[in-house]
Nanobody, 125 residues
Framework: QVPLVESGGGLVQAGGSLRLSCAAS????????MAWYRQAPGRQRELVAA???????VYADSVKGRATISRDVADDTVHLQMNSLKPWDTAVYYC???????????????????WGRGTQVTVSS
């Protein structure tokens, strides 16, 4: 069983919007932070946004003003609303989570303890 399951990816035109969702189930630890990362072909995996259980958020500079991360702590779900999508937003988007005690450098994917399988987002020009 995959502990984090993403949904909501797909093909969207530039300038459009997309909402990604991720649900945690059987993850095996109490979640502190949930996050979205993305990886485009030939590029390293990078943080898109993260949110802690007290609501603190971190965004990549490239998505500030265009992305909103939200979370339902009770249900262990996290959502990513992306607006004004650009072709360079095209990537596989991964949901991730980490317990308390892990690194808080969320820009580093190694700060996460569990990952989903990813969902493809393609933005056409």
């Amino acid at each position: 069983q995959v502990p984090l399951v993403e949904s909501g990816g797909g093909l969207v035109q530039a300038g459009g919007s997309l909402r990604l969702s991720c649900a945690a189930s059987g993850i095996g630890f109490s979640i502190n932070v949930m996050a979205w990362y993305r990886q485009a072909p030939g590029r390293q995996r990078e943080l898109v946004a993260a949110i802690t259980d007290d609501g603190t958020t971190v965004y990549a500079d490239s998505v500030k003003g265009r992305a909103t991360i939200s979370r339902d702590v009770a249900d262990d779900t996290v959502h990513l609303q992306m607006n004004s999508l650009k072709p360079w937003d095209t990537a596989v988007y991964y949901c991730a989570a980490a317990p308390h005690g892990y690194s808080t450098d969320y820009h580093d994917p190694k700060s996460m303890g569990s990952w989903g399988r990813g969902t493809q987002v393609t933005v056409s020009s």
